[in-house]
């Protein structure tokens, strides 16, 4: 392999370590960063989807298996999107009220997912997963955004509207292929609210820092979430074990 591919290669492993749990390298500009942005969240939701479906198989009630995924998608996604929640509330709400709206945010995701017919939790995990990154990657498209610093961060910096036309339609696809029509409406709100949250924060801070996409990034994921428990209801408890629901 040629020394242009071997650094190409190494640029964008050195992206998806930046947001996800693959160990971090110093690297150059990573080349479509905002592809595989989008692309390690499908990743990350497929795989926490797989984590909990090796838990549900000894026999466990939903509701275990549910949480395993969240908890799965918070450690393969090395916590960016909460670490950045969690900064940008502490740094508008203050210290005291940081971590309650974390912890919040996480119980209404797990609450959601428990929320969401069984079936469908692979398309739920990836749709939301990839559905907040999309929102983090397009807002970069549209505002002012801070340097990215060191550490885990959804910053990319220039995003092509080739890129963000690419994974608008892979999100959209998604969200077809698991709700249909719903899905189309459930697309459309995620962006609506993708953009007024990015507009209130560019107006608030003046600029779109790592932690405030992280926070739009986390928003996201609860809409899509919720949305989905709406249009595909489970119709059992999730502490009760039984098949098909």
Known sequence: MSAPSRNLLRDAWGQV???????EGDVGPAPWPAALVVATGIAVGAAAWLAGRMIAAIGVAPAVSGLVT???????????????????SERWLGARWATLVVGGTVL?????????????????LVLATAAGR????????????????RGRTFVVGTVSWVELAAASAVVLIVAVMIAGGAGVALTFAVLVIAVGLGLGVQILDRELAGDSLAAIAAVVELVALVGLAAAEPATGSPFIHTSGR
């Open 70 to 88: 969240v908890i799965m998608t918070i450690v393969l996604g090395a916590a960016v999107v909460e670490r950045g929640l969690h900064a940008v």
């Open 17 to 23: 370590g930046r947001v996800t749990i693959v160990p």
């Open 108 to 124: 209404g995701r797990v609450v959601a997912v428990w929320s969401i017919a069984p079936r469908l939790w692979l398309g739920a």
């Open 134 to 149: 999309w929102a983090a990657v397009g807002l970069q498209r549209l505002g002012d955004v801070a340097p990215p610093g």
